[in-house]
Each structure stands twice: as C-alpha cells, then as structure tokens.
C-alpha cells in the first residue's frame, strides 16, 4: 500500500513563541525559518501580524526570505485582522492565512457571550473575507477539543462551503484523550460534506502530556497535517513536539505515512531554538534531550554494548547525534567500565578488571558521574 504523505505545519514562529520570556527578535526568527526550511517543513506559521508591529515586520520579512515552504499568518476571525495577516504576507510566494473563532460552550458562552448560530455566521463571514486575498484558508475551531462533535461538524461544513482548503482541530487546551481526539476526527470525517476536499489538521496542547499521542490518533484517523513547534514549546505546558510526532511516522512503519523532514537535522534545530529563545530542553526530553541516547544503568549499558537495539529504538545518527553514550555511575557494570577503558586504550583480564571496578565503585559512589580522567585517576597504585 502507498505510503501517505503528512504535512508538518511548525508553529514555533507563533505558538511557540508566545511562551512567556522566549520572544524572539526579526533576525532571530528569519534564522529559525531558514533552519525550518532546510529541515524540510511544509508549512511555517510566522506570527500573528495584527499583534504587534514587531510581528507583523518578522511575517513579512520572513515571506522575502522563505521561497519552499507555505507561510502562513494567524488572525482571528475579525476584518481588521486578517486585513493586516494578508498585508504581512504580500511577498509570499505561497501565502495562508490562518483564521477561526472558539466553538466550545466555554469560548461562546463566556468568551464572546453569544451564540452557537452567531459563531457560524462570524466564522463564514471571516472565511469568506480571507479568500479575497488569498487561495489557501485554514480555518481553526479553537478549543475543539472540548467542542460537542455535531456542533463542530456544523461549523466545519460551513466552512469549506465558505471556501476553507484546512480545517484545523485544536484540543487548545490539551484535555482530549487519544481515543476522544480520534473519535473527533473519525466523526468529522464521516458527518461533513465535502470533507474529503479539504485538508484535516492536528493541533494539540499538552497540558496532560497528551499532545503527541493526540496528534497520533489525529492522523491514524484521517488527518492530513500536524501543528507542532520544535522542542514542543509553546503556550502553558506546550504544543506538540516536533521531533517526537516526525520520529514516531518514521519508526512505525506499520502505520504507513512519511514526512518531507530531513531527520538529522532535528537535533541541530532543537538546540538553535533552545538557544535563541533561552528555553532549555529537559534532560529526558525524547529524541532531543540530552540523555536521550545516554545509559548509565549496568544492565542497559551491558545489553547496548553487545546490540544497540536492546535498548534504543532511535538510532541516534538519524537524528543528527553522533551516537549512544555510556555513562558511568555507581550503578554501572564491569561491562560498561570495559568498554570505556577500551575506547582509553586500556584493556585488563577478568581478575584485574575485578580489582579496578572495586575500586572504581568507591568513587562513583563519592561522584555522580565518573569521567575519562577519573578512570586514569583509578588506575594509579593498581598492579
Ligand atoms: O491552540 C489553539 O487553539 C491555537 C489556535 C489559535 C490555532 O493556537
Ligand atoms: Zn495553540
């Protein structure tokens, strides 16, 4: 079966940026987009022009610098917005704009005090304003995630008929379980008409530490495109990350998609955006984190010495990491203090190796990490 194509839309110009503390400067985010485009990302939200001058200036700098990708610009559903989101985008070669309005009860109730039908007709309205000025219109349904699914499928129907060529599924709040964000999707394609014109997109938040598996489920489902920022940074506890979605579609074979990004560049990315916007990426953080490929427990570090896929499912090279490392700690083993004294030229019979990791042991246990000049530090006074 032909493998299907899904589309990276990165979002780390505008959702990721809106972390507080992390804003980037013009320079800096033409930098970033450049490395977005090398990587091989489909699709580059810029920024959100109407919400500051500053921004407006990076989206249109941004379109003169970036000739592959789609550039896209956020407004809401309001004129003067996507007014200024077409200006910003004048020198794209290819041009979105992103537009939508909140369709939870939360979001219609309290945030705009109006109505189901009212939404409707604003969000048409804003679909229909955005097509004089470009093709490609992306619609978001904010807060989707906790949209009832009948009332979704209404305003997503109307949508398209208003001319959308993206229906974008935001779980803005991060609240959906993989199943429910799966059922969503199911749902709309199944209940909307024309839906199969149109392109379905993933934006989940991960305030449960869901958003991956969300997107996932989103695309195992019939959603084309996922929304996500390098390192996952963005509003609260992020979005989803794309390193982790990326690496999960070329692992998992079985699940037959593919994506245009050049892997071994992720790791390259992931630490000139840490570095721009001073956001530093945990330590455990998958695929990007720095112990990512990094053992220090005796029986992980034994079994990754004999094959490395005991214990990686990643080959780091793929990546843009040069390869595992092997930790030593008080909770490694003879093996891994072997290997590493082999890589120092050093190599000892099973009696001397005995003596040496007992001595070995006495440090680590004084030391959080045992390092090439400990290891020579040990072997002084050993016959
Ligand atoms: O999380 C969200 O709903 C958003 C929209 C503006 C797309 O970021
Ligand atoms: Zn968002």
């Known amino acids: 079966m032909k493998k299907k194509r899904i589309q990276i839309f990165d979002t780390t110009l505008r959702d990721g940026e809106q972390v507080p503390g992390c804003q980037l400067n013009t320079s800096e985010k033409i930098k970033i987009a450049r490395k977005l485009e ?46 200024v989101a077409a200006s910003a985008l004048k020198y794209a070669k290819n041009p979105r704009i992103h537009t939508g309005i909140g369709t939870s009860k939360y979001h219609i109730k309290y945030k705009f005090n109006s109505t189901p039908k009212k939404i409707i007709e604003v969000a048409i309205e804003a679909v229909k304003y955005a097509k004089k000025f470009v093709e490609d219109v992306e619609f978001y ?43 969503k999707i199911k749902f709309l394609k199944k209940n909307v008409n024309s839906i199969d014109k149109v392109t379905i997109s993933t934006h989940c938040h991960d305030d449960m530490g869901l958003s991956t598996a969300n997107s996932i489920a989103g695309i195992i489902n019939g959603a084309k495109q996922i929304e996500c920022t390098i390192n996952g940074i963005g509003e609260r506890a992020g979005n989803t990350s794309l390193e ?64 490395r896929e005991t214990y990686e499912v990643i080959d780091p090279k793929d990546v843009g990491v040069n390869k595992s490392s092997i930790l030593l700690t008080a909770r490694s083993g003879r093996s891994a203090l072997a290997y590493r004294y082999k890589k120092l030229g050093y190599s000892f019979n099973k009696s001397k190796l005995n003596i040496i990791y007992h001595k070995y042991l006495k440090y680590a246990d004084k030391k959080k990490e045992i390092y090439d000049e400990d290891l020579k530090k040990i072997l002084k006074n050993i016959k």
Do not use: W
């Open 141 to 183: 349904a904010e807060d989707a995630g906790r949209t009832e699914n009948n009332f979704l499928a209404k305003i997503c129907e109307a949508v398209i008929k208003a001319g959308a060529t993206v229906l974008n599924i935001p779980d803005t709040t991060g609240y959906c379980l993989p199943e429910e964000y799966a059922e």
């Open 244 to 307: 982790e979605v990326v690496m999960i579609i070329k692992q998992h074979k079985k699940l037959n998609f593919y994506t245009k990004i050049n892997t071994k560049l992720l790791y390259k990315t992931s630490k000139f955006v840490s570095e721009c916007t001073g956001m530093f990426v945990q330590s455990n953080k998958a695929i990007v984190g720095a112990n990512a490929f990094s053992h220090s427990s005796g029986i992980h570090q034994d079994g990754l010495i004999k094959k």
């Open 38 to 83: 090398k990587m091989g990302v489909d699709i580059i939200e810029a920024g959100f022009p109407i919400s500051s001058p500053g921004d407006f200036n990076s989206v249109e700098k941004i379109c003169k610098y970036i000739y592959k990708p789609i550039i896209c610009s956020l407004s809401r559903a309001v004129k003067k917005d996507i007014e």
